[in-house]
């Protein structure tokens, strides 16, 4: 099946500094990456997502990059903000409806 | 619309009792599904459903199971706990393949003692 390893695992920015979290993923077929943000208690809550046929896609201060060649895809959160303090996890679908998730990122904004 | 509900919202089980955790969704989606996510942990898919009557198992399936007589319902059903079932239990739901876009439920926190 498919695994998706995501890095860092911790990362910790300045608040106003950019933060790029990386996921690689090993089933060729995946064709759906999507983004999930978790804050501490609550549901992972969909942020962002991208399918095979686009290499990036913007949406306000967050993008996500993908190179199908190297089976990987990132998340950049550019002028970070306090409220962007949560997990953040990566995942991967091979268009059978079915989700692989990295470990997450916990994402600190250090004021 | 309240999307995807989910009951209880916390639980303590003794070793070897049993529980069903309730998820229903009223998107009419059709796909449905049970994660667990551990502490400091990425979601495992344990079942998942395709539509009423359809469902298969996911990455951690052993100790659980589940049913789907309904489009909106898809309950998660625990037999004899043990203290490795101990997680939160998400359920989410997506309108199909083509639009696969998964709504999660608010969680379930069990624990077992």
């Known amino acids: 099946g498919e695994n998706v390893e995501q890095h860092p695992s911790t990362l910790s920015v300045q608040e106003g500094d950019s933060a790029v979290i990386k996921c690689t993923y090993s089933d060729s077929a995946s064709n759906y990456f999507p983004w999930y943000k978790q804050e501490l208690g609550k549901r992972p809550q969909l942020i962002i997502d991208?399918?095979?046929?686009?290499g990036e896609k913007k949406d306000q201060r967050i993008a996500v990059t993908l190179n199908k060649t190297a089976k990987h895809f990132s998340l950049h959160i550019t002028e970070t903000q306090p409220e962007d303090s949560a997990v953040y996890f990566c995942a991967a679908s091979g268009g059978d409806y079915k989700l692989s998730f990295g470990a997450g990122t916990t994402v600190t904004v250090r004021a | 619309n309240a999307g995807v509900t989910q009951t209880p919202k916390f639980r303590i089980l003794k070793i070897g009792q049993s529980m069903t955790l309730q998820c229903t969704q009223d998107m009419n989606h059709n796909y449905m599904y049970w994660y667990r996510q551990d502490p400091g942990m990425g979601l495992k898919l344990i079942y998942y459903s395709v539509g009423a009557g359809i469902t298969d198992k996911g990455e951690v399936p052993n100790g659980y199971n589940v049913s789907r007589s309904t489009t909106e319902d898809f309950p998660l059903r625990l037999e004899l706990a043990a203290p490795s079932q101990t997680s939160v239990y998400f359920c989410?739901?997506?309108?199909?393949?083509?639009?696969?876009?998964?709504?999660f439920g608010p969680g379930t926190r069990l624990l077992v003692l």
């Open positions: 989410a739901s997506s309108y199909s393949s083509g639009s696969p876009t998964q709504y």
């Open positions: 991208i399918r095979s046929n686009v």
